[in-house]
């Protein structure tokens, strides 16, 4: 099956700066990469995602990047503020509805 | 809209006890996700429905872990009988039939096992 993984398992940041979170998938079938945010004791929300025809996505603050050849692609969020403090998930999804998770990455936004 | 309601939020049982979760998706989602959450990993797939039936199951240890989708709407997962590895979040999610569909979730339900 699909295997995910992610970097890095932590970071800290301080408010305003730039934060990156780089995942890297296995099977280059998979086509759907979404990103989620899960606050404490709370599910996991989708912030932002990308499909395989495109390289780039932007919403705002955040932005993902995807490299089919290489198998990775990462997040980006700039401009940092406190309430970005979250758990952060990567996932790739194969057969359009199942979706393997990367094992996240708990970013703290220093005021 | 009204977003994937799961219950309850926190059990404690002791190990070899029994105990079932419910989730009610989105209206209009076919498909259908439970997870399992250890803590300070990411969410691990135990079984999929498409509408009411199953998708996937491989990852659900049959031996212990039960999970049914009524009618194609509400679901229900049971654990019986419970092992102390068997705490984590679960985490119910649904989405639109179809292929890269967003995936909403619940708040899960926290499970501890002692």
């Known amino acids: 099956g699909e295997n995910v993984e992610q970097h890095p398992s932590t970071l800290s940041v301080q408010e305003g700066d730039s934060a990156v979170i780089k995942c890297t998938y296995s099977?280059?079938?998979?086509?759907?990469f979404p990103w989620y945010k899960q606050e404490l004791g709370k599910g996991p929300q989708l912030i932002i995602d990308?499909?395989?025809?495109?390289g780039e996505k932007k919403d705002q603050r955040i932005a993902v990047t995807l490299n089919k050849t290489a198998k990775h692609f990462s997040l980006h969020i700039t401009e940092t503020q406190p309430e970005d403090s979250a758990v952060y998930f990567c996932a790739a999804s194969i057969t359009g509805n199942q979706f393997y998770f990367g094992t996240g990455t708990s970013l703290t936004v220093i005021p | 809209e009204a977003g994937v309601a799961q219950s309850p939020r926190y059990k404690i049982i002791e190990k070899r006890q029994s105990v079932a979760f419910w989730c009610n998706p989105i209206?209009?989602?076919?498909?259908l996700y439970w997870y399992q959450q250890i803590l300070g990993q990411g969410p691990k797939l135990l079984i999929q429905f498409q509408n009411n039936g199953v998708v996937d199951d491989s990852q659900l240890p049959k031996d212990r872990f039960s999970a049914e989708r009524l009618k194609g709407v509400d679901s229900t997962l049971k654990i019986q009988p419970a092992k102390l590895e068997d705490s984590a979040v679960y985490l119910c999610a649904s989405s639109f039939q179809g292929p890269n569909t967003e995936a909403f979730f619940g708040q899960g339900t926290r499970l501890t096992v002692v």
């Open positions: 209206s209009g989602h076919a498909t």
């Open positions: 990308i499909r395989s025809n495109v």
């Open positions: 099977d280059s079938a998979s086509n759907y």
